[in-house]
Antibody
Framework: QVQLQESGPGLVKPSGTLSLTCAVS?????????WSWVRQPPGKGLEWIGE???????KSNPSLKSRVTISVDKSKNQFSLKLSSVTAADTAVYYC?????????WGQGTLVTVSS | QSALTQPASVSGSPGQSITISCTGT?????????VSWYQQHPGKAPKLMIY???KRPSGVSNRFSGSKSGYTTSLTISGLQAEDEADYYC???????????FGTGTKVTVL
């Protein structure tokens, strides 16, 4: 049973870069799935950020595309998210997840706060 | 890429059936069968309830069903139970350049 776990700093300064990693266990990141990032600002709805295939192919939300970098490390069975030039509007719970024909399963999520 | 439109809230009594609508456009719901529904309890990660419009993952109660017509997809919960009280989000694929779009979310209250 595939499980995902996000990790990374919980506090990022404005104009800095948010960096998160998602460790995949119970399955291979090289399987025929895409691997996604989704975020949820406090009290608000879900927003799809982007996803990556084990080959390195990526797709990103057009509204975030210029600031998003998603990468994969097959040797560590994990994938990562970098979001640059962050502002308070990027404060959210960030989830990593597997995308098959639906997004499932999801990690537990990690809160990232953008503040000085 | 605008969010799909859902009602802010839907309520029902135990045992009743409720339906949550999700309206998109020709660029997302109208073009792809990759529509999903997610249940989210407070402080928890979302859980996939319906995929490809009407399919249920293993372990999801058959009280949950999905359908699609034109630019609108719907989630029906029959035999409403207290544990169904949660936020529900729809999602649709919108093409390789846009990826996925989520709905605005619906809070389901069991009276």
């Amino acid at each position: 049973q595939v499980q995902l776990q996000e990790s990374g700093p919980g506090l990022v300064k404005p104009s800095g870069t948010l960096s998160l990693t998602c460790a995949v266990s119970g399955g291979s990141i090289s399987s025929s799935n895409w691997w996604s990032w989704v975020r949820q600002p406090p009290g608000k709805g879900l927003e799809w950020i982007g996803e990556i295939y084990h080959s390195g192919s990526t797709k990103s939300n057009p509204s975030l595309k210029s600031r998003v970098t998603i990468s994969v490390d097959k040797s560590k069975n994990q994938f990562s998210l970098k979001l640059s030039s962050v502002t308070a509007a990027d404060t959210a719970v960030y989830y990593c997840a597997r995308d098959t024909t639906g997004i499932d399963p999801w990690g537990q999520g990690t809160l990232v706060t953008v503040s000085s | 890429q605008s969010a799909l439109t859902q009602p802010a809230s839907v309520s029902g009594s135990p045992g009743q059936s409720i339906t949550i609508s999700c309206t998109g456009t020709s660029s997302d719901v109208g073009s792809y069968d990759l529509v999903s529904w997610y249940q989210q309890h407070p402080g928890k990660a979302p859980k996939l309830m319906i995929y490809e419009g009407s399919k249920r993952p293993s372990g999801v109660s058959n009280r949950f069903s999905g359908s699609k017509s034109g630019y609108t997809t719907s989630l029906t919960i029959s035999g409403l139970q207290a544990e169904d009280e949660a936020d529900y989000y729809c999602s649709s694929y919108a093409g390789d350049s846009a990826g996925y779009v989520f709905g605005t979310g619906t809070k389901v209250t069991v009276l």
